[in-house]
């Protein structure tokens, strides 16, 4: 029997309704012993059972994995990692198994498990290909790796042939040992296909699991897009956004980015799909300092604009609530040097992932700074994430990726 944690009167409410966070400040009493990680039982003050989740010291104290009064065995990894992969399946991300035989796969990448979106506080497991990327943001999470990579084997069967383990940067506070590493099988063939493109995939050192999985269905919407586009693609990590231009027929596309890392990945990315292709170019340069370079599209004739297709997808401006002012300025800012510098009847995608910025705080800051670049500006589309980064609906929390898609004249 698990150890518990008892709440202070009234603060079983949240999660009556299934919110899956208890904060520090709502609990009485923990038993005695209990240690990072550990999983527990949350009841009320009266003794009721409310949930079974990962205790951790700091603002949320525990992370509810079920609310059913169940051990976290091996059944309940499987049952929760079968669940999401069903889910992928149902609505055609994850390749099935005619596509598998048949070796005709469009798309092998894709976030298996997005952690309260999956009932998985704490777990993100992206796919690509033949190997999993799982990274955990809970200690709890931490302690249970090799139970869940070892129910992921058995759910995924041949599917997942290698397991890599990625928490170095999501726990920071813990020893290096054991954060990075293989938990099952172990390969160097990391190119993975995306829509028919393929990306070489840094999971050792690039940034979260090695691609953001969740720009796919945007970058699809900027292929259709980019037919003769001069193409900007800022912040462009991969090359993601960039490479999609190119297969939609772009007349240039320039990627920028401040990580010359990043600037290597894109420029490999790009030759992977399109070699010896001219019309990519790739520049390590703040972005900032890259627009501010560009000239005025009121200067300059009509047509003599540098682009008419630009992307802004920025890292996140606010980690978190403290940092939402500065954030917003920020997005103004960059938002307005954009739009000073777009051809008229140019396209912007402008993105936040700042899980604090909600969609109204990004739109007013885009409202803001097409006002002060004195554009005028349409939204043509309202852009969020991908399916398979399911948003749990008791925790709205979850909802972090929004963009839009502008044309401004
Ligand atoms: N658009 C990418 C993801 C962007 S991640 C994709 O589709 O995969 C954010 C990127 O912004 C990172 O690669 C980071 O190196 C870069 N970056 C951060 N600050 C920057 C700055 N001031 N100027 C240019 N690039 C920056």
Redesign the pocket.
Known sequence: MYKQIRLRKGKEESLRSFHPWVFSGAIAHIDEGVSEGEVVRVVTCSGDFIAVGHYQEGSIAVRVLTFADVPVDDGFWASRLRSAFQMRLAVGIAPTDEMLVSGNVHNNTYRLVHGEGDNLPGLIIDVYGETAVMQAHSIGMHLCRKQIARQLSVVMEDRIKHIYYKSETTLPFMTADDMNGFLYGGSDDNVAVENGLRFRVDWLKG?KTG??VD?REN?SLLEQYAHGKRVL??????G??SVYAMRGGAELVHS????AK?IELTRKNVELNFPGDSRHEAFC????KYLDHLPFSDKAECGQCSYDLI?L???AFAKHRGALHNALKGYTRLNQKAFEKIERGGILFTFSCSQVVTKDHFRNAVFTAAALAKRKVRILHQLHQPADHPINIYHPEGEYLKGLVLYVE
């Open positions: 940034q691609f953001f720009q970058r693609n800022m912040f462009c990590y991969t993601g956004f920028v980015d401040s990580s990043a340069e703040d972005a900032f992307i997808d920025p890292p």
